[in-house]
């Protein structure tokens, strides 16, 4: 196991599935249901975060996902991920999903996701994660980018406890008058 203070590149993350889109994947439209593309996504997301970890992760965090394009039977759905920011203990990865007609070669970027994952150690708690070394600058940039939104979660975070707690308070109940 690698030393948590050297760090590892984002390329070592880099994790590529490919899967033919078959007719048990479709919806009531006749495309591929968007809920599979989600599996896949954080299937992508994850492994891309457990090698860069070294260990177990769970999810804790899916952004906005919009989905551009249909994907439809028979194409070929391609998602590469690698992670883009590092926290303490939790890992953001970019997924980008295609579709390709394997007989035409056409491909088409259906949509982009960025995941969030906490590394366990072997007792199921959260384990310290090495630090990312951007190889590019599109790279860093996304690290920037990655950090900002990692801030715009937790500050959500907060607010959505305060909100929840705020609700959950037990409140007298005023008797009614007849």
């Not at 970890?53 to 989905?67: E, H, P, S, W």
């Not at 391609?78 to 953001?92: D, F, H, P, Q, W």
């Not at 937790?154 to 007849?178: C, N, W, Y």
Request: charged share 25%.
């Amino acid at each position: 196991m690698s030393n948590l203070s050297e760090g590892k590149p984002v390329s070592a993350s880099r994790t590529i599935i490919a899967q033919l889109m078959q007719p048990e994947h479709a919806n009531n439209q006749g495309n591929v249901h968007g809920g599979w593309i989600m599996k896949l996504v954080d299937e992508a997301g994850a492994l891309a975060c457990m090698r860069h970890a070294g260990k177990r992760v769970v999810t804790i965090a899916v952004d906005q996902m919009v989905f551009r394009h249909p994907i439809l039977i028979t194409d070929l759905v391609t998602l590469t991920a690698e992670v883009s920011y590092v926290g303490r203990t939790s890992m953001e990865a970019e997924v980008q999903v295609t579709a390709e007609n394997p007989i035409t070669g056409k491909r088409i970027h259906t949509n982009t996701a960025y995941c969030v994952y906490v590394a366990l150690d072997d007792d199921g708690h959260p384990a310290p994660v090495p630090p990312l070394i951007p190889e590019t600058e599109e790279q860093r940039q996304r690290m920037e980018e990655g950090k900002a939104r990692q801030a715009y979660r937790l500050a959500q975070s907060r607010r959505t406890a305060g909100r929840s707690i705020e609700h959950t308070e037990q409140k007298p109940v005023e008797e009614s008058t007849r």
